[in-house]
Structures are given as structure tokens and as C-alpha cells.
């Protein structure tokens, strides 16, 4: 293969899930670590929701990389039920960097790690995405958060 | 020396040995192993019935009894309790004891020999064994009785597929006698379209040596054939050689049916779903669709994998996109029925209106959605057509109304003349016939008349149309894009561009009808009169001219025309600049004939082949 040549399929994933068990905040912020981590070093981005054992993620890179993660992520023994919605090749990524949004028990302390979000201040899907998949990131995010936690009340950036 | 020998042995030997001697038996010779069955120490010729220890009474008078009768007499298992110390329980000893009368030839019974062995280890575990056979029968009555009072038949098959056992409730169940040769009957009571297979199976796990769990069906009694589930699993006595199966058959006819009625139901519900011409769709509860009936592929051109679970989205017109998603999140959030009229993509790149309709449906079963796209662009661009002929019938309304007023209003000064004249004519000339002058009378009445008519009629329509109303402060932009909206068939049709510049001077001091009829008359001009090898190009321009006054300019890219000398002749109602427009031909005029009445009046530039422009001088004459 010719460097020059390399033309990198990007896609993004989406699935839901169900945790095993409830994760603690400790449990959440030692995957939000890892993944933090392991993410930007393989250059995977998008996000992840977690409330009272549901769980949503999108995931977006290179579909070399994403793929085997996807089946390592999948075979995870702290959650089951693992449903893909989507696997797709995009144009471009959708999110800067990775990040996890869930409602921590303690609240005190998790203003302060990096890539952790309050579920209400989840922005509204990025434009880049079409408006099918913004649609969808909606609903998980609905299905995860139920309808209290609506989006901030911003009108999306297609409208 | 021989003497001392034995006495040595019969001290050493592990069973318990004494002599008792006289009547009294009295111990003589007692060895160790005696000692400890007698428990405390004994006295050499102290009377058995004396000692102080174990020896219970029933066998003191056994020993009485061997002395008197000389015959010797063996106990079996016979338990001498070892007393407990410090009041702890006895200990359970158990000993055979052996009684032998002693005598010296013919001469009476001098004594007795006794013997006794520790049995205690053998009578424990003979205890134990019957204990255990007691448990075992037992367990073996629970056993039957369960296996009889399940509702399950329950087997036992060896390893050649001989039937061992069946629980009684196969003969209730089939109907047939006890004496029945089980292994003969029960292959010809599998339904003949099971049998085959049914014994394959089970032949096949019993040759691999593993259990079974097949579905057959089997006769009963009355003659039906019902479902069973056979289970069965093998009995191992050395690793991979099974002996015998243990199995149970469970009747699961009325589940299998329940199934396969669900089964069916949902097969011809789905079928259903697939032969009706419309979209039809389900949804998860989170949002998310899971079927699309064959009609949405034939339609969409995409497959279910292709649309994926929000795919439909990117089957609408894109500007309705945002709107329609929105929507939908919110339904979902809610439980609130979905309803949108959409335009939606056919597989040849065709928009059609569609209504899309989903409701949620809430059962035991969980919240599922069910939607459906119902085609109703027919009806729709019926509407539009007759939306179009509607407009076009009020514009004509409208424009006849405009034409009566201003008519009634041009016609007022001849007929001012025309009195003038009459009664100049009336002066100046006399009429001696009585029946002239009541002709003269007639003429002015009718003058009178006329005059009251076209007063009437302007007053009319003026109150119809409003186009006596009170000026007012205009938002141009607004009042055009009214226009625009009314004209919009047209526009679509020609693919016009029509380009709003009103920054300059964005409001007007107008009559509100005047003012959108005049635009009206404007605007359809520019697209009717295009040039049909481009699309018509339409700016709209609001200025003040250098005394301050405002003007409005329409510009197109049209046909363009001929202008000759004033008074040009595009203003004169019925003008016609290309007979082969259609059109009444009085717009212009009429634009004209208001523009006028509000003290100012129109403007126009042409060059053929290139366009038309017209300027309303709103106030300067
Ligand atoms: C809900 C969930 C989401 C996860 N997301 C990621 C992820 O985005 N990136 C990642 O590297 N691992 C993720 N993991 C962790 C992986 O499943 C796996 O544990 C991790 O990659 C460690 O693998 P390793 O031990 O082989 O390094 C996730 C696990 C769970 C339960």
C-alpha cells in the first residue's frame, strides 16, 4: 500500500445497552478515564450516555479501528442487550473529542474531570450530522434520559 | 508350665473369657478383654450377681438358667452399655456372648464358661444398613407417588430402546389396557407424519449416548392427536456408556396451538401489512422503526437496511426535514400521535404528498409505535389547481371590480358633458310639440338616471374592494410577498427568480387594496409577458426620487415591446401588446387609471428581447 495512496474509511456507530448491574460514579469515572484515554490515542470520537443502567454511545473513526472496538466494547461484561442502530461510513466526524454524559450521585467533584457532562447540558446534535442521524442521537438520548432531561431548549442548528 | 501357657493365651486373646464357678457363680479365671466388658474391677470368687458393674439381669438369669439346664446358650448382638463417667451417656457395646455349662464327665453342671466378642463395629453397621434400606424404601414411595401424580408421563428406556417403565399416566393418557405390550403399541401411537423422525431422534441420542428433547404427537384416548415434548437424559453407570434414559413427556398442545396462532396471526397480519399500496411501518418504543412493509421498499427504492431506524426522515422534501424530526422526538417523548403532511421521495426522484400518521400503541407487550404514509398527492395538487383557479377568479373578480369603479369613474366627466350640452341644447333651442319636450323631459331624466347608476356602482365597489379605504403606513416587503404568495402557481411554473429590494424606501403611504392590486397587475404582467427561452428574471425596487418622492420599479427580462407616442397605448384598457397572451387586457389600464387617482402615474421602458421596466411614481403627476 502507498502512504500517499491511503484514503481512511471514517464511520460512526451508534448502539444501546443495558448495564448489568448499576455503575457507580467510581465505576463511571474509571471507564470515562480509560476511554478517554484508549480514545485518543486510537483517534475515536463521539459520546456516551448513562442513566439508572441504560446506556447509548456513539463512537466514530476509522473503520479499522472502530469495528474490532465496537466487538471488544459489545463483549463487555458490565453491560448485556447490546443493540446497534447504525454502522455507516460518514463524511466527516461529528465530535471534536470523546465524552460521556450521565448523572453522577455524589455531584460534588465531576465539574472538574475532563469529557464529563451534566445530561441537561448536552448540547443539541452537531449539524455535521444529517438530520436522520441527529434524529437518532435525540431518541437514544430520550430513551436514556427520558424526557425530563429534554435537550436545552435551543432550536437545532438545521431548523 | 502348659497350665501357665494357656492361662497366658486366654489372658491375651481380643474376646472376653471367665470361668464361673458353683451354683453362686462365683468369677474364677477372667481375662483382660473381660475386665473391660464387666466395666469395673472384679473380685475372684465374688458371685457374678454381686458385681457392682454392667452386667444386666436378664442375662444374669440366662446364666442361672444355662447352669440349671446344662445347655449352653449364644447371644447374639447382645448390648452391654459401657457407663458413662462423670454422667455422661452410656456407650452402646455390643458383644456376642457364648454360655457353656462346665462338668466333669457325667457329674453336674460345676460352672460356666463365658465368652463374649466385641461386635459392637458389625452391629453398627448392620444398624446403619437397615436405617439406610428404611430411608431408601421411603424415598422410593416419594418417589412413585410422584412420579404417579405428575401430570407428566414419565420412562425409563435401555440402552436397545426397550421400554423399562411408564408411569400409569401413559395408559390413562393413551387409553390402553396395563396388559398392553408397551413396545409394540407406542410407535404405532405417534402421528404417522412424526414417526419416522421420532424414532430417529430418539435412536440416534440413545446410540450417541446423550438425552433427547424432541415435539411429536401421540394418540389419546378418545382418537386426537396431541402435542408432547419427550425430555429424557441418560443414566451413566461407567463415563460414556449410558444404560438406561430417564425421561418425561409434557403435553404442550394448547401452547404449541397458542404459538402457532400467534405465529399465523402475525403472518397474516404482516401480509396484510405488505399488500396494502401504502407505507406501513412499526417503531420501538425509544423512537426507532423495526419493520417497513414491502410497499415502503417498492416505493423508496431502499431497503430496510438502507432506510435503517430513522431513515424515513431522509425520504422528505429537505426543508421539511428539521421540522418533521422534531416532531417525532417530541411524539416519542410524549406518547402523542404523529401527524405531518410531507412531501416524500419516490424510488424515481418524485416528491409526492404524503399524511404521516403513527400511533402508540401500549400493551403488556411494552409501547410500540404504528405508522402509515397515506399518498395523498392527488387530492393535493387537485387542491392547488383549484386554489390556483380560485385566485385566479378573485384576481378577476377583482380586477372587473377595479374596472367597473374606475369605468364608472371615467365615464362620470362625459356624462358631466353630456348634461352640459343637453341643457346648453336646452336653452338654445325650443321645442313646441308637447310631445318634445316630454322627450327633453325623458332625455333628462334619463341623464339623471344614468349619472345616479354610475354612482352607485363606483360606491359599490368601492365598499367591496376597499379601494376608498383610509390610506395607511404600508410594509412593502409584506404586502409583496402576499402578492408573490398569491401568484405563487405561476412562479413555481416558470421557475421565476423574483428579487424584493426595498432597503431604500421600505414603506409606502397607500391604500392597502390599491396597492396590492396594482403589484398584482404588475407582477403577472413580468410573468406573463417572459421570454419563453429563459426564465423570467423580476426585480422589485423601492427609491425616492431627488424631490423625496417615492417610486417603485418592476423590472423583467420579458418580451419587451414596441412603444409608441404618448398617449402610449398600453395603458388604454383592451390594448393588447401580444394578441397571443391570453389576458383581458385591462390590467395596465387600470394601474394607470389608480395610480392617477392618487395624484401620481406611471412610467415605462422597453427594448424587445430584452425586458420591460415600469415605474410608479407614486405622487408626482
Ligand atoms: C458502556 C461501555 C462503553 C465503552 N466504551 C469504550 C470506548 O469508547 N473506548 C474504549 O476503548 N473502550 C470502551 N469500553 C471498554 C471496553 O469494553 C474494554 O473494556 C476496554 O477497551 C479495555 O480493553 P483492554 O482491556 O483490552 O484494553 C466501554 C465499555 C463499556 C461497558
Known amino acids: 500500500m502507498k502512504a500517499g495512496a491511503l484514503l481512511l474509511k471514517m464511520i460512526h456507530i451508534v448502539y444501546m445497552s443495558r448495564a448489568v448491574r448499576p455503575l457507580s460514579d467510581q465505576d463511571l469515572q474509571a471507564l470515562l478515564d480509560q476511554c478517554r484515554r484508549d480514545n485518543a490515542a486510537r483517534n475515536v470520537t463521539g459520546v456516551l450516555f448513562y442513566s439508572h443502567g441504560n446506556i447509548a454511545q456513539l463512537i466514530e473513526g476509522e473503520a479499522e479501528v472502530l469495528e474490532p472496538l465496537f466487538d471488544v466494547i459489545s463483549r463487555d461484561g458490565r453491560h448485556s442487550n447490546v443493540v446497534k442502530l447504525v454502522d455507516k461510513p460518514i463524511a466527516a466526524r461529528s465530535f471534536e473529542d470523546w465524552s460521556m454524559a ?13 469529557g464529563f457532562l451534566l445530561p441537561q447540558h448536552v448540547p443539541p446534535p452537531p449539524s455535521t450530522l444529517s438530520i436522520a442521524d441527529a434524529m437518532l442521537v435525540d431518541l437514544v438520548r430520550l430513551a436514556v434520559f427520558g424526557a425530563d432531561a429534554a435537550p436545552t431548549e435551543s432550536e437545532p442548528a438545521h431548523a | 508350665m502348659r497350665e501357665q501357657q494357656l492361662q497366658d493365651v486366654l489372658r491375651r486373646i481380643p474376646a472376653g473369657v471367665a470361668t464361673l464357678q458353683g451354683e453362686a457363680l462365683r468369677f474364677g479365671f477372667v481375662n483382660e478383654a473381660m475386665q473391660l466388658v464387666l466395666g469395673s474391677p472384679v473380685q475372684e470368687g465374688q458371685p457374678v450377681a454381686e458385681h457392682p458393674g454392667t452386667i444386666p439381669t436378664d442375662l444374669l438369669e440366662v446364666m442361672q438358667q444355662v447352669f440349671q439346664s446344662g445347655r449352653p446358650y449364644v447371644a447374639k448382638a447382645y448390648c452391654i452399655p459401657l457407663p458413662g463417667t462423670d ?5 452402646p457395646r455390643y458383644f456376642d456372648i457364648a454360655l457353656e455349662p462346665v462338668r466333669e464327665g457325667d457329674a453336674p453342671v460345676s460352672g460356666l464358661l463365658l465368652f463374649a466378642v466385641d461386635v459392637t463395629v458389625q452391629e453398627e453397621a448392620r444398624q446403619r444398613a437397615h436405617q439406610l434400606s428404611i430411608e431408601t424404601r421411603r424415598l422410593d414411595t416419594r418417589l412413585r407417588v410422584l412420579t404417579e401424580t405428575v401430570p407428566q408421563i414419565t420412562f425409563t428406556v435401555d440402552a436397545a430402546g426397550k421400554y423399562e417403565y411408564v408411569s400409569p399416566q401413559w395408559y390413562y393418557f393413551t387409553g390402553q389396557p396395563p396388559t398392553a405390550d408397551l413396545n409394540a403399541i407406542w410407535p404405532l401411537l405417534i402421528h404417522p407424519d412424526d414417526r419416522l423422525r421420532v424414532l430417529y431422534q430418539s435412536d440416534s441420542a440413545r446410540a450417541a449416548g446423550i438425552g433427547w428433547s424432541y415435539e411429536y404427537r401421540l394418540r389419546r384416548h378418545d382418537g386426537q392427536y396431541r402435542w408432547l415434548l419427550s425430555r429424557a437424559l441418560p443414566e451413566l453407570h461407567a463415563p460414556d456408556q449410558a444404560v438406561f434414559w430417564h425421561g418425561a413427556l409434557t403435553e404442550i398442545h394448547d401452547q404449541r396451538e397458542l404459538a402457532e396462532a400467534l405465529r399465523r396471526g402475525e403472518a397474516e397480519l404482516r401480509f396484510l401489512a405488505d399488500s396494502i399500496p401504502e407505507l406501513i411501518w412499526t417503531a420501538t418504543a425509544e423512537g426507532f422503526i423495526d419493520y417497513y412493509n414491502e410497499y415502503t421498499a417498492e416505493y423508496s427504492g431502499l431497503t430496510k437496511d438502507e432506510l435503517g431506524p430513522t431513515g424515513w426522515i431522509n425520504l422528505l422534501d429537505p426543508s421539511e426535514q428539521a421540522g418533521a424530526a422534531r416532531r417525532w422526538v417530541q411524539s416519542i417523548a410524549s406518547g402523542q400521535p404523529y401527524e405531518g403532511l410531507f412531501r416524500m421521495r419516490r424510488h424515481d426522484g418524485r416528491y409526492r404528498w404524503h399524511i404521516i400518521r403513527a400511533r402508540q400503541l401500549a400493551d403488556e407487550r411494552g409501547p410500540r409505535w404504528f405508522g402509515a404514509c397515506t399518498d395523498v398527492d392527488d387530492q393535493h395538487r387537485l387542491r392547488e389547481v383549484l386554489q390556483t383557479q380560485y385566485d385566479e377568479l378573485a384576481r378577476t373578480n377583482r380586477d372587473l371590480d377595479t374596472f367597473v369603479y374606475t369605468a364608472s369613474h371615467d365615464l362620470k366627466q362625459p356624462v358631466l358633458n353630456l348634461r352640459g350640452l343637453f341643457e346648453e341644447l336646452r336653452r338654445s333651442a325650443s321645442f313646441d310639440d308637447p310631445q318634445e319636450s316630454q322627450i327633453v323631459h325623458m332625455v333628462d331624466e334619463a341623464l339623471g338616471q344614468l349619472d345616479a347608476t354610475l354612482q352607485e356602482l363606483a360606491a359599490t365597489v368601492q365598499d367591496q374592494r376597499g379601494l376608498s379605504a383610509p390610506v395607511e403606513t404600508l410594509d412593502l416587503r409584506s404586502v409583496a410577498d402576499e402578492v408573490l404568495l398569491g401568484l405563487r402557481a405561476q412562479v413555481q411554473e416558470s421557475d421565476a427568480v423574483v ?20 403589484l398584482h397587475n404588475l407582477f403577472s404582467n413580468a410573468l406573463k409577458f417572459a421570454d419563453p427561452g429563459r426564465p423570467p428574471h423580476i426585480v422589485v425596487r423601492s427609491a425616492l426620487t431627488e424631490s423625496g418622492q417615492p417610486i417603485l420599479t418592476v423590472q423583467d427580462n420579458g418580451l419587451g415591446m414596441e412603444l409608441p407616442g404618448r398617449p402610449a397605448p398600453v395603458f388604454q384598457p383592451f390594448a393588447r401588446q401580444h394578441p397571443h397572451i391570453a389576458g383581458a387586457g385591462v390590467g395596465m389600464y387600470l394601474v394607470q387609471r389608480i395610480v392617477a387617482s392618487r395624484g401620481g402615474h406611471l412610467d415605462v421602458t422597453s427594448t424587445v428581447g430584452q425586458g420591460t421596466t415600469f415605474t410608479v411614481y407614486w405622487f408626482e403627476a
Not at chain 1, 102 to 114: I, K, N, R, V, W
Not at chain 2, 87 to 91: M, V, Y
Not at chain 2, 499 to 518: C, K, M, Q, V
Open chain 1, 102 to 114: 450521565f448523572h453522577p450521585l455524589e455531584p460534588s467533584g465531576f465539574e472538574a474531570l475532563q
Open chain 2, 87 to 91: 454422667g455422661e451417656k452410656p456407650t
Open chain 2, 499 to 518: 428579487e424584493l429590494d426595498f432597503s431604500a424606501a421600505p414603506t409606502l403611504i397607500y391604500g392597502r387594496a390599491n396597492l396590492r392590486s396594482i
